[in-house]
């Protein structure tokens, strides 16, 4: 009789080179971003700042709303903790501009939401400098998370600051 035997796995030619690159994730999640992704992040940010200067859109501001929150998210986990109000600041200057194109149709930005964006925008900058590639993940996972369990702000603590 034979003896019953466990079930071979499939053979894959390929499994040391998929072992060798989540290794090298990991490796690499331990580490800050490189100065040309920091630049490539902070240069798309900084141009929808722009777009939102001189022809404001609504994708220039949804791309700016999601690097406040990341920013925001960042803050909140010890980067920059103390500007934790001075981005939430800049989103109720973008949440004023959003309520405001909802009667205008302009995404206008006024004084003071330019002003404190510019402030979380070098918060940004300096927060894409120290934080390392897992934190940055772990914040887009969180920003995600909060949007699906609706936490985010409430409309009535926007229009009220509007």
Known sequence: MSRSQKPRKKYNPTRWLNRAIVANEKR????PLNE??????????????????????????????GNL??????????????????????????????????RTGSYA?????????KTALAVHDAQLEVA???????AAKTIVGRANNGDIYADFQMKEAA
Do not use: V
């Open 28 to 31: 690499m999640d331990t580490k």
């Open 36 to 65: 040309q992704r920091q630049n490539e992040i902070a240069l798309g940010h900084h141009l929808s700042f722009e777009a939102l200067m001189r022809c404001p859109t609504e994708e220039a501001w949804y791309d700016l709303a």
């Open 69 to 102: 929150n990341m920013a925001l998210i960042l803050c909140e986990r010890g980067h920059g903790g103390e500007y934790i109000d001075d981005i939430k600041k800049a989103m109720i200057g973008m949440m004023r501009a959003k309520y405001r194109s909802d």
């Open 109 to 117: 930005l006024d004084a003071d939401a330019i002003q404190s964006l």
């Open 132 to 138: 390392e590639r897992s934190e940055l993940r772990a």
